[in-house]
């Protein structure tokens, strides 16, 4: 669905009201969760609220929205992004919500911040709060992004055959995915290389991404950054936490 303009995560959700006959899910795409789903939804259904939303616990819940619940899991109060000393709870919005229909009918039209606008209209509503375990990972951020891909990594190691050649060095949790080409390069800690991703030799690649058809020239250096897909890297370049994109800024 297309926007001529930004309408806020509020907007977003009216512009496909047309869509919409019934209960559904709003998921942020910039995260990386184990929430299962359908049992987010069976609680959304059990409670009988007009909203639920899914929430995780953090050290420092700054830089988000938090939320406090009784012993009914009902959500009582809302802070956005308050300083960490003011901060009532440590659970925060994870970035999934299950909606009944009749939450459009509060969100106005152009831009609206459902965080700010919206969920405060909700608490008296019968809005609850799903916790769940796993893991829970923003990718707003260079740094958040990479440790989404460490996450989904773990400690496993996948190289595709015939992706690397003789005298390559993978050092795992490190991902080369199919069609990939790496010449005599050290690969890893903690490393994604995507298909078609080319690799000259003595070049050390850790604790990066690389995205589809990446081209990294010999004796290269490349760590903690984010390469993004169609990128040439030239010989002998070096690159340390950046992102590195094709895009017009």
């Not at 899991?73 to 003011?86: A, G, L, M, V, W």
């Not at 909700?122 to 958040?144: I, P, S």
């Not at 460490?150 to 055959?161: F, H």
Request: hydrophobic share 40%; with cysteine; proline share 4%.
């Amino acid at each position: 669905m297309h926007e001529d303009r930004p309408l806020g995560t509020g907007g977003a959700v009216k512009n496909v009201e047309d869509l919409i006959d019934g209960q559904f899910l709003v998921i942020n795409g910039d995260v990386i969760t184990s929430l299962d789903v359908a049992s987010f939804v069976k609680f959304h259904r059990a409670k009988g609220g007009i909203a639920s939303i899914s929430l995780w616990p953090v050290d420092d819940p700054s830089p988000f929205g938090v939320a406090q619940l009784d012993s009914e899991s009902r959500i009582t109060r809302f802070q956005e992004k308050p300083k960490r000393e003011e901060a009532f709870s440590n659970l925060i919005n994870a970035g999934a919500y299950a909606l009944e229909r009749e939450v459009l009918d509060l969100i106005g039209e152009g831009f609206v911040s459902m965080e700010r606008e919206v969920f405060p209209k909700l608490l008296d509503k019968g809005m609850y709060g799903y916790q769940f375990d796993g893991h829970w990972v923003d990718c707003g951020t260079r740094e958040n992004l990479l440790n989404a891909f460490r996450t989904l990594m773990r400690q496993d190691t996948k190289v595709s055959r015939n992706s690397v050649s003789e005298g390559a060095k993978i050092v795992g949790p490190s991902v080369i995915e199919d069609e990939a080409v790496v010449a005599g390069a050290t690969i890893g800690p903690n490393t994604y290389v995507s298909s078609r991703c080319v690799v000259g030799p003595l070049t050390s690649i850790n604790g990066s991404v690389l995205y589809e058809d990446v081209r990294v020239g010999a004796r290269c250096r490349i760590s903690d950054s984010i390469i993004d897909q169609g990128v040439s890297i030239p010989d002998g370049a070096e690159v340390a936490s950046q992102i590195i994109s094709r895009a017009k800024p």
